[in-house]
């Protein structure tokens, strides 16, 4: 008897107390119950763009909070974004209609040579988690892979990849290719990978380097404020 009474009735819960225990659940990678709540959210009137920032995004902050500091780690991670991907999967049909504002809009793929995506997979999932838009090319990408796509996918933001340090120059070389043509500038480039560190990044040309993916989050969040701010000033 003592186990029904705590089984909680997402239902029953105010707006306040569903946010707060969808956050809960996020955490716990719990995927039914995350579909449940959007959906009973959505059911209140809540605007698509609302319950993605307030519910799923504002959850899988602490989840990437936690990440950072050493409390959680990869697998959890990994559920958390797979639950945050059921909720998302619900919405991203609503925002398309809703034209609901983006944060941004990342291309992301392990570089040529490199066949390594547990990282890259965690940065695409924590990205979304955070409302960016991400495409990801998976692994293996030469500079014309990456370009393609930025053109065609009109993206602010280049994520690359590495594991190897046989691979890892090979980001100079996508990012000269991109001086070449004299696109640089139009995107910011963040560069990851085990065997990377904040000089290397410096080396090539990099915006950042990143070291996990909040970070990655964290310095995607930057870049896209600095140059939303810019918009509004020019």
């Known amino acids: 008897m003592a186990d029904e009474e705590q089984e909680i009735i997402l239902n029953e819960l105010s707006d306040e107390e569903l946010t707060l225990q969808m956050h809960d659940d996020l955490y716990d990678g719990m995927k039914e119950e995350i579909e449940e709540g959007t959906n009973i959210l959505l059911g209140r009137g809540w605007e698509p763009y609302r319950v993605l920032t307030e519910a799923l995004v504002g959850g899988m902050k602490i989840v990437g909070d936690d990440f950072r ?39 992301i793929g392990t570089v040529k040579g490199d066949i390594h995506d ?3 997979n965690l940065v695409t999932m924590m990205m979304e988690g955070a409302g960016f838009e991400v495409v990801d090319l998976g692994i293996n ?80 969040k930057d870049y896209m404020a600095r140059k939303h701010n810019q918009m509004a000033a020019g």
Do not use: H, Q, W
Not at 82 to 97: D, R, S, V
Not at 142 to 154: N, T
């Open 69 to 107: 500091d050493g409390i959680l780690f990869v697998p959890e991670v990994l559920l958390a974004a797979n639950a945050m991907k059921a909720g998302m999967f619900i919405l991203k049909p609503l925002l398309a209609e809703t034209g609901a504002p983006r944060m941004g809009k990342m291309v």
């Open 118 to 120: 547990i990282g890259k």
């Open 141 to 220: 990408n030469p500079a014309e892979d990456y370009i393609a796509a930025l053109k065609k996918e009109d993206a602010d933001i280049l994520g690359m990849s590495a594991l190897l340090t046989t691979t890892m120059p090979y980001m100079k070389v996508v990012i000269d290719t991109l001086i070449e043509m004299g696109i640089r500038d139009d995107y910011v480039i963040l560069v990851g990978g085990a065997p990377l560190n904040e000089e290397f990044g410096k080396a090539i040309g990099a915006d950042a380097y990143c070291r996990d993916a909040a970070v990655a989050v964290e310095t995607a």
